[in-house]
């Protein structure tokens, strides 16, 4: 009895164990996934940006995050292989555990089968019975023989269930090996990728450090134009916003017979249907696709130095997505379109809005939606552009609730 307890307990532990390892391993398989598709994809940029003849702070932006996602896929080949290990070694105590229950199995059917033969007069089933004194002792000597030979029986298909599960375990063990064996040689690659990189980007670096001064006007002069454009988005809105105030302020003067109402250029007053739109874009934070299938982050949002130009001070409003050439931009969410923007070689903005949330995509070649349009959710709305005295292509994304911008990867899901 001391032992099924024993052999009860560990298998429940064992299992808890294992139950949480699976779990765990699961999400690392897809965050695995996730990190090689996109260090795929940023090889894939990489390579188009280093045909160019110059060194460009695109390059050198595609190499830290190509870095970065390395780091993140061999801490996640590291975990993956410890709990493969942890795995591992669970299997192990389980078919060791087996063993002992299978060792202890067989000594007592030998036991059984033991006596069986050295009372086997006794044994023999018609003798057995037709010696009996009287039908009942017959009744409970049949009784008797019938629950020896099926605890006989049971106890022979217990051991070979305990052989059939041991080997189970074995194979579970030796595949477990096998995997790990595949993730360490997965590491060993990733990690020569990754000292190539590091090498890539040092290199890059010192390049960059000869051009600097006029790294720095470019970036000056980006920050500037996106300024003018920052501006025209926000009279496109008010212009927008006013139009629409005055539509409202018109149809209640009709159904009032006043003229109270004045239209205001600054806030906008939301329908049932706006604010239902609003809610419905909140419920979705973290979780909306991005404006693009594929794509890499090259600056983040808010105020920072630049990392390769500290002369410079960032001041982005949205962040920048570096994707192929032909790539098609799709809407975030569902909404209507509020504005088409022409900003001449800079390219077309699109200006989205969702209730009292709009998006903004900007550095457009084409577009194939008109103001006033409904559109949903991944709806394409244009294809890329060159950007701006580059031969690489850029959205330039942006958040907003009315007229402050908000961080875009707050909001974007994780992919």
Not at 277 to 301: E, H, M, Q, R, Y
């Amino acid at each position: 009895m001391h032992f099924f307890k024993f052999f009860f307990l560990t298998l429940c532990t064992v299992l808890a164990l294992y139950g949480s390892a699976a779990q765990t391993s699961d999400q690392l398989k897809a965050n695995k996934k996730n990190l090689e598709t996109e260090i795929a994809d940023t090889k894939k940029l990489l390579q188009e940006t280093q045909k160019k003849e110059n060194t460009s702070l695109q390059q050198i932006s595609l190499l830290r995050k190509q870095i970065t996602n390395r780091e993140k896929l061999i801490t996640d080949l590291n975990t993956q292989i410890f709990n493969l290990e942890i795995e591992q070694d669970l299997n192990i105590k389980l078919s060791q555990s087996l063993d002992k229950k299978l060792e202890y199995m067989k000594s007592d059917y030998e036991r059984v089968v033991y006596l069986a033969f050295k009372n086997r007069r006794l044994m023999n089933k018609i003798t057995f019975l037709f010696s009996a004194d009287d039908f009942s002792q017959m009744y409970r000597r049949l009784k008797i023989f019938t629950i020896f030979s099926d605890n006989v029986k049971h106890q022979a298909e217990e051991i070979k269930k305990t052989q059939q599960e041991i080997a189970k375990k074995n194979d579970e063990i030796l595949k477990i090996k096998e995997t790990k064996l595949s993730l360490l040689e997965n590491k060993e690659q990733e990690v020569k990728s990754l000292e190539k990189d590091r090498a890539s980007q040092n290199k890059t670096l010192d390049e960059l450090k000869k051009k600097e001064k006029q790294l720095a006007n470019d970036l000056k002069a980006k920050q500037a134009k996106q300024k003018e454009i920052e501006s025209a988005i926000k009279k496109a809105i008010e212009q927008e916003i006013l139009a629409a105030n005055k539509k409202k302020a018109e149809k209640s003067n009709t159904v009032s017979g006043t003229s109270t109402k004045k239209p205001s250029s600054t806030v906008l007053e939301y329908t049932p249907e706006e604010k239902g739109t609003s809610n419905s874009f909140i419920g979705n934070k973290g979780n909306l696709p991005w404006p693009v299938v594929k794509g890499a982050t090259i600056t983040t949002f808010g105020k920072y130095k630049n990392p390769d130009v500290p002369s410079v001070m960032m001041d982005s409003k949205g962040i920048d997505i570096l994707v192929e050439p032909n790539t098609q931009v799709r809407s975030v969410f569902d909404g209507v379109v509020y504005g088409i923007l022409d900003m001449g070689n800079v390219g077309k903005v699109i200006i989205i809005r969702h209730g009292e949330y709009i998006t903004v995509y900007q550095g457009l070649a084409d577009v194939c939606v008109k103001k006033d349009e409904k559109v949903t959710m991944k709806q394409n709305i244009g294809t890329i552009g060159k950007a701006m005295g580059k031969g690489t292509y850029e959205l330039h994304f942006e958040i907003l609730k009315e007229f402050t911008h908000l961080d875009p990867q707050s909001w974007l899901s994780t992919k």
